[in-house]
């Protein structure tokens, strides 16, 4: 069974400080590993898959299967960062489908 | 945006009855799915299309049904709704190219809530 974990509900971090969201996995296959994100009103949208390796608005992650591990990052946090985050779990062969995590909200204080 | 509405995207009901929460798609996607999102879980999977008349179960499709008669349309419905069943749904839509999973892309989501 796949299955997502995202330990901290919310994350409290203040402007200009490093921010960290965590994601572990468990599947047993070969995983592919997404971030999603919510912003106020806004519509969930895909903020980076862990294939294409490249930084979404300073964000980063990366596959640690060793660890099964995603984790999000930023060095320098910014107020619009603040937001639902939910990290996603595909499986290759698994019909296009994603699990998701329960999400984790990062606000982002001045 | 992509091309997705959702309606209606508020809806107070009673429970009992049944409701049909509608998503629409204007980009030819094949792939069409319904999640419902709730505190401390995340989103959950209900069902999913993998074509016309093509659907398959997800997560947590107990109390829940589907229908796809045509590539743009995909409806949820809830033949007897519950208090349980009070949520935030999203409808979301995905082309597949063979391969590993592709990006999903969401409607605004529907706001049900059974009294």
């Known amino acids: 069974a796949q299955r997502v974990t995202q330990p901290e509900k919310l994350l409290s971090v203040f402007k200009g400080a490093p921010v960290e969201l965590k994601c572990n996995y468990s599947?047993?296959?070969?995983?592919?590993l997404f971030w999603y994100v919510q912003y106020s009103r806004q519509r969930l949208q895909l903020l980076l898959r862990?294939?294409s390796r490249e930084s979404i608005k300073g964000f980063t992650a990366d596959l640690n299967k060793g660890e099964t591990s995603f984790h999000l990052k930023k060095p320098f946090a910014q107020e619009e960062d603040s937001a639902m985050y939910y990290c996603?779990?595909?499986?290759?062969?698994?019909?296009?489908?994603?699990?998701f995590g329960t999400g984790t909200q990062l606000k982002v204080e001045l | 945006d992509a091309g997705i509405t959702q309606s209606p995207r508020h809806k107070v009901t009673e429970t009992g009855t049944p409701v049909t929460l509608r998503c629409h798609q204007t980009?030819?996607?094949?792939?069409m799915y319904w999640y419902r999102q709730d505190p401390g879980h995340g989103l959950r999977l209900i069902h999913y299309?993998?074509?016309?008349?093509?659907?398959d179960k997800g997560e947590v499709s107990d109390g829940y049904s589907v229908s796809r008669s045509k590539t743009e349309d995909f409806l949820l419905t809830l033949e007897s709704a519950t208090s349980s069943q009070t949520s935030v749904y999203f409808c979301?839509?995905?082309?597949?190219?063979?391969?590993?999973?592709?990006?999903?892309?969401f409607g605004p989501g529907t706001r049900l809530t059974v009294l």
């Open positions: 979301a839509i995905s082309e597949w190219a063979g391969g590993g999973t592709d990006t999903q892309y």
């Open positions: 599947y047993s296959g070969s995983p592919e």
């Open positions: 862990h294939i």
């Open positions: 996603a779990l595909g499986a290759a062969g698994g019909g296009n489908k994603l699990t």
């Open positions: 980009e030819n996607h094949r792939y």
């Open positions: 299309s993998y074509g016309v008349k093509d659907t």
